[in-house]
C-alpha cells in the first residue's frame, strides 16, 4: 500500500445539507451523514434491559459469543427484497424521494437503482468474495453491511480490503485507492468499520457459510477475511455512530431483519472484543 494517509477526527455530528439529485456520475462535494434522521434511535436503556441483557459485564470471546446469539435472531431477506429495504433504511432525511450514498455521499432519487452508469446498486461493505457467499439468502443480504452505491464507484471498490491511503477515487471526492484497498470519506469510515465488525460477530460459520474475520491485512484474496482490523478500530474511534446510523440500526431492527448492529448502540464493544 502507498501514499499513506492519516485519517482526522471529525465532530460527531457534521452539518447536515440539502443535496441536489445526480442522475450522472459527475464528482460533487462529499456530504456528511446527515443528521437529520426522521426518528430517533432506540432508547439504549430499554434495549440493555431486553435485548442486550444476556451480553452485559461481558468483554473478550464471552462477549463475542453472547452478541452472536443475540443478533443471529433474525428475519432474512431475499436479494430482490434488499432494494425496497434500502430505500426506507438510507433514505435523505432532506428529501425522502432519495438515498444517500454511502461513498459519495451523493443524494440520489430511489427509483435510480439499476446496472447502468449513473445508477445506484447494492454495494456488499463486507465483499462477497471474501468468503464466497455470493448473494444467496444470509451475510449476502444482510443490509447491516448493504448500503446504495454508485455504480462506477461500486466497482472501484470492488473486494478490496480496508486500509487509509492510495489516489483519490474519481467521482467520489474524499475517497482513496490503490492496488489493494479503499478508504472511504471521513463521514463514513466508522460506519464502515461497525458494519465490518457486525458481519464477524453474526457470521462464525455455524450457519452454513463461512466463519468471517477481520484481521490486519490487505491481501485477503477470496479467504473469509477483511482487513485492516487495526485501522478499522481507528476509524470507528474517530469517526463515532451518528444519528443517521443509529436511525439505520433502527429502522433495520423495527421494519426488516429484526436484529442490531451492537457496535452502533455499543461502540465500546469494539475494544472490548478486539
Known amino acids: 500500500m502507498s501514499s499513506r494517509r492519516h485519517f482526522y477526527a471529525r465532530p460527531l455530528l457534521a452539518t447536515a445539507a440539502a443535496i441536489a439529485v445526480i442522475t450522472g456520475v459527475a464528482a460533487t462535494a462529499p456530504a456528511a451523514t446527515p443528521k437529520d434522521a426522521t426518528a430517533a434511535p432506540a432508547s439504549l436503556t430499554a434495549l440493555d434491559d431486553t435485548y442486550y441483557q444476556d451480553a ?12 452472536h446469539t443475540i443478533i443471529s435472531a433474525q428475519t432474512k431477506l431475499s436479494y430482490s427484497q434488499v432494494w425496497d429495504a434500502l430505500k426506507a433504511t438510507d433514505q435523505d432525511p432532506s428529501n425522502s424521494a432519495n438515498v444517500i450514498l454511502l461513498y459519495t455521499g451523493r443524494s440520489q432519487a430511489k427509483s435510480d437503482n439499476g446496472g447502468d452508469t449513473g445508477d445506484w446498486n447494492r454495494e456488499h461493505v463486507w465483499a462477497k468474495s471474501h468468503g464466497d457467499f455470493g448473494t444467496a439468502t444470509g451475510p449476502g443480504t444482510d443490509i447491516h453491511h448493504l448500503r446504495p452505491e454508485d455504480v462506477q464507484v461500486n466497482s472501484i471498490r470492488g473486494n478490496k480490503d480496508f486500509d487509509n491511503g492510495g489516489s483519490s477515487v474519481s467521482g467520489a471526492p474524499g475517497n482513496y485507492t490503490d492496488s489493494d484497498s479503499f478508504e472511504p470519506r471521513d463521514a463514513v469510515k466508522g460506519d464502515v468499520a461497525r458494519m465490518i465488525l457486525y458481519m464477524a460477530v453474526r457470521y462464525e460459520g ?60 455499543h461502540p465500546e464493544w469494539v475494544e472490548a472484543i478486539w
Open 56 to 67: 452485559l459485564g461481558k468483554t473478550g470471546t464471552a462477549l463475542k459469543s453472547s452478541l
Open 206 to 265: 455455524d450457519d452454513a457459510f463461512a466463519d468471517l474475520e477481520p484481521n490486519d491485512s490487505v491481501s485477503n484474496g477470496s479467504a473469509p477475511n477483511i482487513g485492516r482490523l487495526s485501522v478499522l478500530k481507528q476509524w470507528s474511534q474517530e469517526d463515532p455512530p451518528d444519528s443517521f446510523e443509529q436511525h439505520r440500526n433502527d429502522v433495520i431492527f423495527d421494519t426488516y431483519q429484526h436484529n442490531r448492529n451492537p457496535f452502533i448502540d
